[in-house]
């Protein structure tokens, strides 16, 4: 089983939708969860991140964690064709000596 | 822009050649790590430097290596180049290699390997 997993998507959303982007993960005693954001022929930059479990917000975007599940969400607002992109989750894994990331989700938001 | 940066932008290579990734952390930043990013695979750690030692190994093949120089500058090194070896090779640097610190991301270097 992988530590992380995500859905690849892609996944078209109008403007102004409500997008949930998703990972599970598989180990319980993780503690720490971030995702980061990828435009186009750009590398990662950090997004969010959050502790343990519950909500996050940061303008138009929240983090949700549900350790029960070990399920993690990050929702945008009022998407914004500038929110295209690939989002990918991580966390800290390998007895935290590495983060592991999702595979990505990709984004696009149409005008 | 993150501050790291990261040459070439593209590398246009052999099968069985050697080639070598350049990365410059973010002023300031004491550790580097190597990532790869392949369409089927995703972001993959490869390695982790911290102040000139490695601190972190992750699915980096035998025929990868790196390092990281006093100034702080960490190189990749990839031999006996294989076409599966083909993809994006990022940089990261992070200011204490710590596993909550946030990780700043370079442009990115493109191997095709033909």
């Known amino acids: 089983q992988k530590e992380v997993e995500q859905d690849p998507g892609p996944l078209s959303v109008p403007e102004g939708a409500i997008v949930s982007l998703n990972c599970t993960y598989s180990n319980s005693a993780f503690q720490y969860f971030m995702w980061y954001r990828q435009y186009s022929r750009k590398g990662p930059e950090l997004l969010m991140y959050?502790?343990?479990?519950g909500n996050k917000e940061d303008g138009r975007f929240t983090a949700q964690v549900d350790k029960s599940s070990k399920y993690i969400s990050l929702f945008i607002r009022d998407s914004q064709p500038s929110d295209s992109a690939t989002y990918l989750c991580a966390i800290p894994s390998g007895g935290y000596q590495k983060v592991t990331f999702g595979t990505g989700t990709k984004l696009q938001v149409i005008p | 822009d993150s501050g790291v940066t990261q040459t070439p932008k593209h590398l246009i290579t052999a099968t069985g050649q050697r080639v070598t990734l350049r990365c410059s952390p973010r002023?300031?930043?004491?550790?580097v790590y190597w990532y790869q990013q392949s369409l089927d695979q995703g972001l993959q750690f490869l390695i982790q430097?911290?102040?000139?030692?490695?601190?972190a190994k992750g699915n980096i093949l035998e025929r990868f290596s790196a390092q990281q120089f006093p100034d702080l500058h960490s190189e990749l090194n990839l031999s006996s180049l294989e076409l599966g070896d083909s993809a994006l090779y990022f940089c990261?640097?992070?200011?204490?290699?710590?596993?909550?610190?946030?990780?700043?991301f370079g442009p990115g270097t493109r191997l095709t390997v033909l």
């Open positions: 430097y911290y102040n000139g030692e490695e601190r």
């Open positions: 959050t502790y343990s479990s």
């Open positions: 002023s300031g930043d004491l550790s």
């Open positions: 990261a640097s992070s200011l204490a290699g710590g596993h909550t610190d946030t990780q700043y």
